[in-house]
């Protein structure tokens, strides 16, 4: 502005010169500095612009590309457990069926011997009671007729000292006994 105020006092008083539009000199020297600052911007700033952009969207693509290869070994990773879980839930299955089948083995195993100690145990119940019937029943021979032939002594008054006759006759009236009670048996209960 100053500038101008001293252009406008050097020129000559007889020309009239619009304020609105600058001098010639001015908008030379103006279009020289345009062009400066233009040619610098060009060959400059321009070109390290652009290699600081390339850089910049290399580095975005790269990173892009980083992203997505991520990715992919996410989901690969994430096939690969899902693969590794899917097998570790089928071996599971298997060692539970066979731990289950195992399981009915043991138990079957289990009953049959237990089975077959209650068979041996009752075998040796029954031959162990049918000793003791057996014994019981010769002491109860034995006994009878000891008694019997006392019996009979009193009765006929004398001692009956021959002990072969003596248990003849007992084992004749024993038999004779059971003859009557398995006759018994095979006609029924008697009805009143």
Known sequence: MLNALVTLAAEPAGEAHNPLFPAIYDIIWSAVCFVVIVFVVWRVALPRMAKLLDERSAAIEGNIAKADEAQRQAEAALEQYTAQLAEARREAGEIRETA??????????????????????????????????????????TEVGTLAVDLAGNVIGETLADDARANAVVDRFLAELEASETLRQAQGPVSN
């Open 100 to 141: 289950n089948q195992d399981g009915r083995k043991i138990v079957a195993e289990a009953k049959e011997t237990a089975s077959a100690e209650a068979a041996r145990i009752t075998a040796a119940a029954h031959s162990q009671i049918e000793a003791e019937r057996q014994t019981a029943l010769v002491q109860l021979r």
